[in-house]
């Protein structure tokens, strides 16, 4: 289940219009004619896209208002956040790792400064 | 620049087994041959999939070894994890929202018990 959500967040958030959308959204709702305007695209390409973040839960309309503003949903990249757990400790050893080379590296040079 | 690596690491990570196969990395690296063995799959689809993710920049194989191994690449989930911050701060709000509003409702039960 949680499979087949993570897939629809990732297909969706793969388009950069789609990614761009999601950030104009962050300062707050829009009707698919106020998200239309910046990206120089005609409101029925921009209905698709909203139509991709609807599917994926990553978005959600009003019913009732006429212009049928966008909102954020936060839940699926709460989703996304949590699937990165795993992976974090990974990086976090490694550039751990990279930064004690540096050191070491550093060290060394030092040292062989006082030497000359 | 970056709207590319995104939206490769995102497409790359779209799939399930692509997914399943870098959870598999993390315990170390593995040849294609031990990587189809869990999944039930031909060596030919698993090489697929690895294709994709080391086009993504996800996945490394060492090119002297005979057997190839795979090994996973943290950068691009590090990426991720950069472009998620400006939507933490959403969901945090949002979720500290529900705290309160559900810390109200608690207090107005315990008033209304009192009062009974």
């Known amino acids: 289940m949680t499979h087949d959500q ?12 789609r990614r761009a959308i999601l950030q104009r959204l962050l300062s707050g709702e829009a009707s698919v004619a106020q998200l239309a305007e910046p990206f120089e695209m005609t409101m029925r390409a921009v209905s698709k896209h909203i139509g991709v973040l609807e599917a994926a839960g990553l978005v959600t309309r009003s019913r009732d208002a006429q212009r ?3 909102r954020i949903r ?3 990249l709460a989703e996304v956040d949590m699937w990165l ?7 976090h050893r490694r550039f751990r790792r990279l930064d004690e080379r540096l050191a070491t590296l ?5 040292a062989g400064e006082k030497q000359r």
Not at 11 to 17: E, I, R, S
């Open 6 to 17: 993570l897939r629809a967040t990732f297909a969706a958030l793969a388009d950069p219009t």
């Open 106 to 110: 550093q060290r060394k040079r030092r």
């Open 74 to 76: 936060a839940e699926p």
């Open 85 to 91: 757990e795993s992976y974090r400790r990974l990086w």
């Open 68 to 70: 049928r503003p966008s």
